[in-house]
């Protein structure tokens, strides 16, 4: 016969560890690889931690259970699982099993064992954080203590997370009493944020809510900004007549108290509070040096930060732009004014020239009626039927009176000599308005 002693994997196969559930059942499953019709084994389950107990004996047909245990356990046969029907707290420790295996066909035996650690966990309730103090904490010089606490549970593991990350241990984070406490000391700006513990076992997993830890600091990197001014360095140049606007800013909790100064050479002038600032730069005759000074008055600690303020140069009036912004609605007016009065001015010479257009296109048109070519004109009748195209013709007589004195016709009236010339009689018609036009 060959004895052969120790575990072998390739006969049994049961899981090293198994977690079980307090008040619930438990099965303790085991794999046999090996034909159990062609065999005789005989075995033993024994509790061994944290006592030594002697569970079952079984053998290939039946099985003798501890007399104070078999209302608890169960074995299956023939694969030898142990069942738990209902777990306690007296439950949890290690269990070994030792079995014989006899192989009549080839006369020999092995000896097999196998060790399994049961434990009985109880299922976590929802932690709950608390914190040391609700007092504000101040950077560099109060300290937090956060704690996470569970009603409910067994064998629970923590987890502290800010902002959803777990948090690593440094010199001012530290995890005590099995890492369910958190103590920051001291608290700095990188510590804001919302912390959260997650608490475990074998059998649950729970998160608490997130609770908001706020630090107050600052002021950090003081800047002032401007929308119309280029900076240069610590130099704003601002165009002549500009309304400037400069912004006081600086990473602080609470936000800070911001106070605008002036300096000189001699002097320093407290200008008014609040982060803006406004300056008329036409009030400006020289550059003029600035400070922001930012204070928390919670922290107590202050920031400043200066820079000169230089007018370009003016191409004309050095106020010309400062009145134009003062004016801006005058110019509108005044262009609207002009553009009314051009308006009208173009209309008027516009119905002037179609009238003169309409004139000489009525003179050059008209043409006289060859039957009236004799009829006397005396002068007095509407002067408006003596326009028209003429010819100096003269009426056959004596070419003497061809040349009559303006005195002979000015007796026009009762003078009938038909050797006056038609240009001479048109000349001495009465002017009318249409005729003074065309001159």
Not at 220 to 244: A, H, R
């Amino acid at each position: 016969m060959v004895l052969i002693s120790g575990t072998n994997t390739e006969l049994i196969r049961v899981k090293p560890i198994v977690h079980g559930t307090k008040g619930e059942p438990l099965h303790l499953p085991v794999e046999i690889d090996f034909g159990v019709t062609g065999v005789q084994f005989q075995g033993t389950w024994y509790q061994t931690s944290p006592r030594l107990t002697h569970l079952v004996t079984f053998d290939n047909n039946r099985s003798i259970p501890n007399l104070l245990l078999k209302d608890t356990l169960v074995l299956s046969l023939p694969n030898i699982s142990l069942s738990f029907k209902r777990l306690d707290e007296s439950a949890e420790g290690d269990y070994q099993l030792s079995i014989n295996i006899f192989f009549p066909g080839q006369n020999k035996s092995v000896t097999v064992t196998k060790t399994i650690s049961i434990t009985v966990n109880v299922p976590l309730s929802t932690p709950i954080i608390e914190k040391s103090s609700e007092a504000p904490l101040v950077e560099d010089n109060d300290n937090v203590t956060l704690t996470c606490t569970v009603e409910d549970g067994s064998k629970a593991k923590y987890q502290w997370l800010k902002n959803g990350q777990p948090v690593r241990p440094s010199e001012r984070h530290l995890f005590l009493q099995n890492n369910s406490t958190l103590l920051i000391h001291p608290v700095k700006k990188e510590d804001m944020g919302r912390y959260s513990c997650v608490v475990k076992n074998p059998i649950s997993l729970s998160h608490s809510r997130a609770m908001d830890l706020s630090v107050f600091y600052g002021p950090y990197n003081l800047e002032v900004n401007s929308n119309q001014g280029q900076k240069i360095g610590e130099v704003f140049t601002v165009d002549p007549g500009e309304l400037v606007f400069f912004d006081c800013l600086a990473d602080s909790n609470p936000p800070n108290t911001c106070v605008w100064i002036s300096r000189t050479n001699n002097s320093t002038e407290v200008l008014m509070t609040g982060p803006r600032f406004e300056v008329p730069s036409h009030k400006l005759a020289q550059p003029t040096k600035f400070l922001c000074r930012a204070f928390n008055n919670v922290t107590q600690k202050q920031d400043e930060t200066h820079f000169t303020l230089v007018v370009a140069a003016s191409r004309g009036n050095g106020r010309e732009k400062h009145v134009q912004g003062e004016s801006a609605v005058s110019p509108l007016v005044i262009i609207t004014i002009t553009s009314m009065l051009i308006i009208m001015c173009m209309f008027r010479i516009f119905t002037l020239f179609w009238r003169s257009y309409y004139h000489l296109l009525w003179l050059f048109s008209y043409r006289p009626n060859p039957d009236q070519k004799g009829l006397h004109r005396s002068g007095h009748e509407d002067a408006t039927e003596d326009f028209g195209i003429y010819e100096f013709v003269t009426i056959p007589g004596k070419m003497e009176s061809a040349q009559a004195s303006s005195r002979s016709l000015a007796r026009l009236d009762s003078v009938r000599d038909l050797h006056t010339t038609i240009y001479d009689v048109i000349r001495h018609v009465p002017e009318t308005p249409t005729l003074s036009l065309l001159k």
